[in-house]
């Protein structure tokens, strides 16, 4: 004589079903929310607005804005400028850096350039113990 075999009753099973389908849903959900929060936090979040004054000849000043969209200080540690090729060099600036960048301020940094290939800045800063440099910021 065979034992007859005992399973989960049918509601039992899909109750089961129904909760693991739930809890793996939200831990996918969880991860991809996590996701996206790290991707939107990659986006820069020290503006940089650079346009010039032409002094004489080849010489102009470069008064470059950075706005602070971080929600802790940034100290802004050098201005590079970057010459038509790619390459660049640190441009010598009119107030002493670094200089530290409240959530939400913006800091005005004048430099005079010589060069008429340096076509575009960006800025070194250091933020939470870690030194970023900005995209370059076309001048115009």
């Given at each position: 004589?065979?034992?007859a ?16 389908t ?8 969880n ?19 650079a ?7 080849n ?7 950075v ?9 802004i ?5 970057i ?20 959530p ?37």
């Amino acid at each position: 004589m065979r034992r007859a075999r005992r399973g989960l009753s049918p509601l039992v099973a899909t109750v089961v079903l129904i909760s693991a389908t739930i809890l793996g849903g939200m831990l996918i959900y969880n991860y991809f929310q996590a996701s996206v929060d790290k991707m939107q936090g990659l986006g820069e979040k020290l503006m940089v607005d650079a346009s010039t004054v032409h002094l004489t000849g080849n010489t102009r000043l470069v008064h470059i804005e950075v706005l602070n969209s971080y929600d802790i200080d940034a100290r802004i540690d050098s201005i590079n400028g970057i010459y038509s090729n790619g390459t660049s060099i640190q441009l010598t600036t009119q107030e002493t850096l670094p200089i530290q960048v409240l959530p939400g301020d913006k800091a005005s940094i004048n430099a005079v350039v010589t060069n008429p290939d340096i076509v575009a800045v960006s800025v070194t800063y250091t933020i939470d113990g870690k030194t970023l440099t900005t995209e370059p910021e076309k001048i115009r």
